[in-house]
């Protein structure tokens, strides 16, 4: 059996990332219709690996409009400012370094995070890896995905 | 007189958040993307009263940052915060064992920094918290 995190603590962490950096007036609300396929379409995703005493890959998968929007709330900018990639990758990247950081806490270790990686589109996972853990969620609206895969 | 803080994240939208908290304490912060770039702007001038420090981040590590700094006496009295995802307590120890004075875990509070900066007697200010 794959060892892996309970999704119990998943929602923790991520409600604690999204509480704490995006603030607590717009609640990061589970979404219980999800056995429905993340819309590939205008999806962002950022990825962060463990390895060590337990190995795995932490994702996360938002829309794009949650991706320009949590951007703009972490660096503090407003809507007539411009953003580019970089800094929708940048904060993004954040996210999952943090969610996946706290992840590996709960798991057995040591073991060592790599840094992020991000993308504009849905997250690719080797074959030998299989989901071992979902969280999903809706945030103003649009959908945001947590996923943890181990090997098989 | 002002403090200088210096932070010290591979991540732009972390230095954001981090500057408006510091910033809001009225320190004189500058950034860095990884600990060299750190060392670099303080071999060039720039004296830090703190440095806010992740450790995972390309080039050099917060962790090797510290071990850097302590290695130069004109640097020991810069105040060290850990400021990262890393919360396994093998980690927590071996960077306050290198020297670091404080470690928060991300994510955190305003208030959490705002704490562990009066616990070290930072306000910004120059005077005591």
């Keep these: ?152 | 007189m002002t403090q200088r803080a210096m932070i010290i994240d591979d991540s732009r939208a972390m230095r954001s958040i981090l500057r408006r908290i510091i910033g809001g304490l009225d320190f004189e912060t500058a950034e860095a993307g990884h600990g060299q770039e750190a060392l670099d702007q303080m071999e060039a001038g720039f004296e830090p009263d703190l440095c806010l420090i992740d450790w995972n981040m390309p080039v050099m590590d917060g962790y090797t940052f510290i071990t850097e700094v302590r290695k130069r006496p004109e640097w020991r009295n810069v105040t060290l915060m850990m400021v990262t995802t890393e919360s396994e307590q093998g980690q927590i120890v071996k960077a306050l064992a290198a020297g670091a004075h404080e470690y928060v875990i991300k994510p955190f509070t305003p208030d959490a920094i705002v704490e562990k900066l009066e616990l070290l007697g930072l306000s910004g200010k120059g005077i005591p918290a």
């Design chain 1, 1 to 152: 059996m794959t060892l892996a995190p309970e999704l119990t603590d998943v929602h923790a962490i991520v409600e604690q990332v999204w509480s704490s950096f995006l603030g607590d007036e717009e609640p990061l609300l589970p979404a219980y219709d999800a056995d429905t396929a993340f819309p590939a379409e205008n999806a962002w995703s950022s990825a962060v690996s463990i390895h060590g005493g337990w190995t795995g890959t932490v994702t996360i998968e938002l829309s794009k409009n949650l991706a320009f929007s949590l951007t703009r709330l972490m660096m503090a900018m407003d809507e007539s400012e411009p953003l580019d990639d970089a800094e929708v990758a940048d904060a993004v990247g954040e996210l999952v370094n943090m969610v996946g950081g706290n992840i590996k806490s709960l798991m057995p270790g040591p073991s060592a995070l790599t840094l992020p990686v991000v993308a504009a589109g849905r997250a690719a996972h080797s074959s030998d890896l299989r989901e071992v853990s979902r969280f999903d969620a809706r945030w103003s609206g649009e959908p945001v995905r947590v996923s943890v895969h181990s090997p098989s």
